[in-house]
């Protein structure tokens, strides 16, 4: 494979993160070509969750390097580190991410991430990354490693799958209050 894309999409897209090999490739959704992967980055380190972005960016949760990366969304190269702490400051800038699972942009244009080591959901600013609250406190709700599938229903709930609960754990989409398990 090429760590660099080999053609833009022209329709819909397909992407697809593989945690082992450190990448994320894209095909074509209508006839399944493979269209490359995303442009190298060497702080990708275990490619988990993804979204795209409201600006049509692609935000790729790398659980190992705990940050959460952003590639254009036309061609895939790499920008930048949305999430990430500066080790230079005594202030982590993440709030205390550890292993980011999911990433979903919520209704409110917040970036939400899971975290997987924390068992907490974290929300940062759409625009910039930049920490803004933790969402759903450390096991709130029985949450017992948030995973990849995180999403908002319908009703506005945030739906957390948990890899060692079992459960797919339920929050009031505004405030981050735990529901009933759904």
Known sequence: TSSSTTSEPAGP??????FVADSVTRFDLATG???????????LDGALGITVGPDGQIYVASEESNMVLRHDGASGAF??????????????????????GAVLFGPDGMLYVSSF??????????????????????GSGGLDGPDAGMTFGPDGDLF???????????FD????APLPDF
């Open 13 to 18: 897209t397909l992407l697809v993160c593989s």
């Open 33 to 43: 070509e493979f269209l490359g992967a995303l442009g190298p980055s060497e702080y």
């Open 79 to 100: 920008i930048d580190r949305f999430v990430w702490d500066d080790p230079m400051t005594p202030n982590d800038e993440t709030g205390g991410l550890s292993g980011p």
């Open 117 to 138: 080591d924390s068992d907490a959901i974290l929300r940062y600013d759409g625009a910039t990354g930049s920490f803004e609250s933790v969402f759903v406190p450390e």
């Open 160 to 170: 957390v799958p948990g890899f060692y609960s079992g459960t797919v754990s339920r």
């Open 173 to 176: 989409g505004a405030t981050g």
